[in-house]
């Protein structure tokens, strides 16, 4: 009788410690610590993080593993997420696996995130069906990746300067809004007009993305209004969201169309934080309708960074005896 795997899962890529159990490809939990004292300083401060990831991570790990009703000595692998994230970050996280792995005789895997972004689609039916398209957004990346099956993946176009979740959050700042802001423009966009405003698009060839165009103009656009009314933002935030959130949503839209014009392929899912922003999800409803698109969107819980995405990952790589050794280390930059 083959065993079914059981799996410890570590996710300490940013400012999120998480650790979650999969047993034989179901997630039995997904337990994670979010740092808060970010916010002081209007973005993620990567000594802060790691620290953080220091204290939380021994009591995150025992919390999967009591919740989950096993003992260390119930487990088959170690997964950690290798890389990208901030390096002290990462290296809370691997230093950990590593010494646990070693410790208890077990193989280790290192999981890239972005990879794992795109497989929590598999963590609940329904799920897509391969090859599918995936616009994987976060504050550190946007791609549009064609998933061939779980472990095989070709990212077909990417930013070329500045990420989405990066636009949103900087945008937000210069409104005056605490971190993260990403989600306040979501929120405030929901009231607002998106035509009140217009922002334009930077023209870019084929699949790949900049948004460090729309980013300056904005900057420059709330210097010339405030220099006519101080009060401006205030008196238009609803609409000032609205109107940048439908740019930014329609540029990822545009690019995630002629992808698929291009392969053919109408299996269209979206990943990463960016994800849970409703302008995205449900302007990607409304071109799925008109292109016949089958689209999948993530629960909420599954968009941001979670230890259950790199549990996962990690299942279908232990089905494929794919595991790293002790030198392993921790990749900032890593690529899928």
């Known amino acids: 009788m083959v065993k079914k795997p059981i799996i410890l899962a570590i996710e300490s890529s940013c400012d999120e410690t998480s650790a979650a ?28 993080a790691s620290r953080a990831h220091e204290k939380h991570i021994v009591p995150i790990v025992d919390e999967a593993i009591k919740n989950a009703g096993i003992t260390l000595q119930d487990l088959d692998a170690i997964a950690f997420t290798q890389g990208p994230g901030l390096l002290g970050a990462l290296l809370v996280g691997a230093s950990f696996a590593k010494s646990l792995s070693f410790a208890l005789g077990i193989p280790l895997i290192g999981i890239n995130h972005m990879q794992a972004h795109i497989l929590a689609h598999f963590l609940e039916e329904p799920h897509p069906k391969f090859p599918f398209l995936c ?18 993946m070709e990212v077909i176009g990417q930013t070329l300067d500045d990420a989405v979740g990066e636009a949103f959050d900087k945008s937000a700042k210069l409104m005056g809004f605490p971190y993260p802001g990403g989600p306040l423009i979501d929120s405030y966009a929901e009231k607002g007009d998106v035509n009140k405003f217009i922002f334009s698009d930077a023209s870019i060839e084929g699949l790949n993305f900049s948004f460090s165009g729309i980013k300056t103009a904005f ?65 990607l409803s409304v071109v799925a309708e008109k292109k016949k698109w089958n ?42």
């Open 21 to 48: 159990i999969i047993v034989n490809g179901k997630i039995a939990n997904n337990i994670v610590a979010t740092q808060s004292v970010h916010e002081n300083y209007g973005g993620v401060v990567p000594e802060l």
């Open 135 to 152: 616009l994987t957004v976060s504050g550190g990346h946007t791609q549009i990746v064609k998933v061939d099956s779980p472990l095989d």
């Open 219 to 283: 900057m420059y656009f709330l210097r010339d209004k405030i220099a006519e009314n101080a009060n401006f933002i205030e008196e238009n935030k609803a609409d000032i969201c609205a109107s940048l959130q439908h740019s930014l949503v329609r540029m990822l839209l545009q690019k995630l169309k002629k992808a698929s014009d291009q392969t053919k392929i109408r299996e269209i899912a979206i990943a990463g934080g960016v994800s849970a922003n409703n302008g995205l999800r449900k302007g």
């Open 295 to 336: 689209i999948y969107i993530p629960k909420l819980e599954y968009c941001t960074d979670n230890a259950a995405m790199i549990a996962m990952n990690a299942h279908f790589k232990f089905l494929e005896n794919k595991f790293c050794d002790l030198k392993t280390t921790p990749q900032p930059r890593m690529v899928i």
